[in-house]
């Protein structure tokens, strides 16, 4: 009932109510020919006492801003090769080992018969529990723009995760772009972002709409794979954002909580410092600290990540369709998803694994040896072996397994 009285309250100054993110979250909007208009505090605080049922009010922001898009005449060289890259009509066929061995990937597909079988991974990026944001409606598709060939490459995002988390196994020995980490489970594409006809984000990424997309069918989506890392360091999360990520490890799968997987990104992201969060940073070539992974103490665990063997130049993984393999992915977005991945094998191997004991058995599992960085590691308090970008190090699937079986929930 207090929602009808919220919404006239709101109406009069014009704002309209839009959807919900949880039974005590709504998100209303106003529409203004003010782009990216900001409220004063006093403007929020007018608002909050307009309804004595509104307990917090905030206005949400941009997770990723507007990036321009170039038309196809006016891309420069770097642009069209990572796009022809993206698209190269190719069938490039993958056989095994599809991972490196150290991630005893390959290895727990034969010896503890795990695939990924009923479990759902949700990707936020650009099926059955599919879900558009953006729009408000079930239906999600790229958008490819015919005059902006980069469009493609900005959609792909999506499609290259998914691919490394869950692509289907088919009969061949060798399969065309390779298979996924859980090539049994299934993915939920949940769009936050579309492309514009100048930008490569319609609008952005908007906090509101991603919180929204977290809260979503949790009943029925164990996993959240977030492959966006937010731009920006020392970002705290707004309260909405940490109600969501508490919610869902306190209520998520039935009580055993939902587990959210982030990339490391820069320090101080809210939703990569959240304590129920695992964060994934990246491994180099030969298990050198990747570039892109900067230092980070909220981070958990690594994997390679500039392909999918340790001495790969280049990540191998689907693209806009069957007969394009992507090989120009990677970074910690490609580590999140292979963790990702690796997580629905373990809940499939025990189900009754709470997200707390994910992330232990992640931790106990995970080894500093054996990788190029391995001098760069010291030891914490704890007796584990860390650095600040890579952290604990990377982490084997079989040994993991047997964790699993030995784990007392």
Known sequence: MYLYGIKRSLGKDLFVFDSKINDQLFIFVKDTEIQNHRLSS???ATLKRSNTHIEKLVQSYKLYPESPLKPRSAANGSEIHRTEQWNAPNIMRLCSPYFDPALGIDDSWIEHNVSGREI?????????LSYNFVDNIQQTSPTILSDIKESSSKTGHAMACAGLIARPK?????????????HGAKVADLQISKIGERTWMDKGIDSAIFSRALAFRRDAIPIFSNSWATPRALRKSDFYEEEVLAE????GRHGLGTVYVFPAGYPGSGFANYIGSI???????????AYVS??????LVSVFCNGRKRNDKGMITVGQDEKMCDTSFGGESAATAIVSGMIALLLEANPGLSARDVK???????????????PEFMPNTAGKYVTPEIWIGTFEYCTTTRSVTQWHV
């Open 294 to 299: 900067a230092v980070n103490a909220a981070t």
């Open 120 to 128: 759902v991974v949700g990707v936020t990026d650009n099926f059955d």
């Open 279 to 289: 964060t994934v940073a990246c491994l180099g070539v030969n298990g050198t600290v």
């Open 360 to 374: 232990h058995i992640l931790i106990k599992s995970s080894s500093h040896l054996g990788i190029e960085a391995t």
């Open 248 to 251: 869902g490890i306190r209520e």
């Open 42 to 44: 006093l403007e929020l």
């Open 170 to 182: 088919t009969g061949d020995t060798c399969v065309p772009c390779g298979i996924g980490v859980a």
